[in-house]
């Protein structure tokens, strides 16, 4: 797995055989495949280990959280740390693995939902039993996270002129006004006690209308 993510990180999925893994580790090619069955089951693991460190950073991250721009902030902390730590996390998670099988591109998929669920479900916390939607939640998650995923790519390619805490600024901004953009303006009142400052007054009925 190690040598899977130093390879997968720096020299890509396609420049990387499953020699140059065997020997990464410091192994015969026979033992790989008592692990693997090939070098895409290789880069499907190194990918769940990756996004399962994502979900349980975040998870812990939001416990002691009280507040809806509290929990975003800590969550995308968290989140963006977990890739940005390591280079080599980063490309696989935003590059290597995209196109390269049917089963990568599923687990991606999953991954992304899961993901959206994760941020929609902790907003939804804040706005009370029984609450009227104008905007679908996780919907809404899956848009503002493919920003993150642009962010994160021009940082990959030092193409991003900001700093972590600026990325996490902007981000924490964004979806907690995305959060009280969603509900009704009954539910939004019943959250203001978490809203941050400047964050939009509830406006409009379940239709949109003002």
Same mark, same amino acid.
Do not use: C
């Given at each position: +797995?190690?040598?899977?993510?130093?390879?997968?990180?720096?020299?890509?999925? =396609?420049?990387?055989? &499953?020699?140059? $893994?065997?020997? =990464?580790?410091?192994?015969?090619? !026979?033992?790989?495949?008592?692990?693997?069955? /090939?070098?895409?089951?290789?880069?499907? /693991?190194?990918?769940?280990? &990756?996004?399962?460190?994502?979900?349980?950073?975040?998870?812990?991250?939001? !416990?002691?959280? /009280?507040?809806?721009?509290?929990?975003?902030?800590?969550?995308?902390?968290?989140?963006?740390?977990?890739?940005?730590?390591? *280079?080599?996390?980063?490309?696989?998670?935003?590059?290597?693995?995209?196109?390269? /099988?049917? *089963?990568?591109?599923?687990?991606?998929?999953?991954?992304? #939902?899961?993901?959206? #669920?994760?941020? =929609?479900?902790?907003?939804?916390?804040?706005?009370?039993?029984? $609450?009227?939607? *104008?905007?679908? @939640?996780?919907?809404?998650?899956?848009?503002? +996270?493919? %920003? $993150?995923?642009? $962010?994160?790519?021009?940082?990959?390619?030092?193409?991003?002129?900001?700093?972590?805490?600026?990325?996490?600024?902007?981000?924490?901004?964004?979806?907690? =006004?995305?959060?009280?953009?969603?509900?009704?303006?009954?539910? #939004?009142?019943?959250? #203001?006690?978490?809203? @941050?400052?400047?964050? @939009?007054? %509830?406006?409009? %009925?379940?239709?949109?209308?003002?």
């Amino acid at each position: +797995m190690e040598a899977g993510l130093e390879l997968f990180g720096t020299l890509g999925y =396609a420049n990387t055989s &499953i020699r140059a $893994v065997s020997a =990464a580790a410091s192994l015969n090619s !026979r033992y790989f495949y008592e692990s693997f069955s /090939s070098r895409e089951d290789l880069l499907y /693991s190194v990918y769940q280990r &990756i996004v399962g460190d994502i979900f349980t950073k975040a998870s812990k991250a939001v !416990r002691n959280e /009280s507040t809806l721009e509290g929990q975003a902030r800590a969550s995308l902390r968290a989140a963006w740390t977990a890739v940005t730590e390591d *280079r080599r996390k980063a490309r696989i998670v935003a590059l290597e693995v995209v196109g390269v /099988s049917e *089963r990568l591109e599923r687990l991606r998929h999953e991954t992304r #939902q899961a993901l959206a #669920q994760f941020t =929609a479900d902790n907003a939804l916390k804040f706005t009370g039993r029984d $609450v009227r939607l *104008r905007l679908n @939640p996780v919907l809404t998650a899956r848009f503002l +996270m493919g %920003g $993150v995923v642009e $962010v994160l790519l021009e940082w990959i390619n030092g193409d991003l002129d900001a700093s972590a805490d600026e990325v996490v600024d902007h981000f924490t901004a964004l979806f907690t =006004a995305a959060a009280y953009a969603a509900v009704t303006a009954g539910a #939004q009142d019943g959250a #203001q006690d978490g809203a @941050p400052d400047g964050a @939009p007054a %509830g406006r409009g %009925g379940a239709d949109g209308k003002q």
